[in-house]
């Protein structure tokens, strides 16, 4: 199965800054998905990342606010912008392997 | 249509247990339906799947059962052990036979305790 690897594992940000999360994928592929997973929560998918197109978002997300790059068939950024507490989460990538979806340890942002 | 129904919420068993954790769906075009395992500070990590045109997978102690016309599915866990305390999550999704991909869509979780 296809291996994601993150960066950062964890961050601790100020209030009104941006992190940029990045995510490298072992293989092509084509799509990419971002997650986010609000403490004791499920996952909320964000936006789906095809290369060489934008991002389309889901319903609660906007390009202002996570901006997304697939630069390559390989790898993946997501920024959050102007970040405030209510930005703490585990933020996920993952892309679709043959046996399946694959995630890796995801983003622990916390806000202050 | 797009939500996937868990339940229960949280579970206990005890060890040498079943554990069962239920979901249901409304999406008819759902074709691709995994369960992930979640430990703390971990990503989930992909435990078992299902396609719709069986009604049973196993996989070692876990087992998938999927009943189509109810648009549910199950996850059993036989002889449930300590170290299996987790969250569980179901998910689906539209992936199709071609190398189609979609976005995958998760259950709300069921926070597992295998008691010893």
């Known amino acids: 199965s296809a291996v994601i690897s993150q960066k950062p594992s964890r961050d601790i940000c100020q209030r009104g800054t941006s992190l940029t999360i990045q995510c490298q994928v072992d293989s092509q592929v084509t799509m990419m998905f971002w997650y986010r997973q609000q403490p004791g929560q499920s996952l909320t998918l964000i936006a789906t990342?095809?290369?060489?197109?934008?991002?389309?978002?889901e319903s609660g997300f906007v390009i202002d606010k996570f901006p997304i790059s697939r630069p390559n068939l390989t790898f993946s950024t997501l920024t959050v912008s102007n970040m405030s507490p209510e930005d703490s989460s585990i933020y996920l990538c993952t892309s679709e392997a043959v046996d399946g979806y694959t995630f890796g340890s995801g983003t622990r942002l916390t806000v202050v | 249509q797009q939500q996937v129904k868990q339940s229960p919420q949280s579970l206990i068993v005890q060890k040498g247990g079943i554990s069962i954790i239920n979901c249901a769906y409304e999406n008819t075009a759902f074709d691709y339906f995994p369960w992930y395992q979640q430990f703390p500070g971990k990503g989930p990590a992909l435990l078992i799947a299902i396609r719709p045109d069986v009604s049973e997978k196993k996989e070692g102690r876990f087992t998938i059962s999927f009943n189509k016309s109810a648009k549910q599915f199950s996850l059993h866990i036989m002889d449930s052990q300590p170290g299996d305390s987790a969250t569980y999550f179901c998910?689906?999704?539209?992936?199709?036979?071609?190398?189609?991909?979609?976005?995958?869509?998760f259950g709300t979780g069921t926070l597992l305790a295998v008691q010893p």
């Open positions: 990342a095809n290369q060489g197109s934008e991002a389309t978002y």
């Open positions: 998910a689906a999704s539209i992936r199709g036979y071609g190398g189609a991909t979609n976005k995958l869509i």
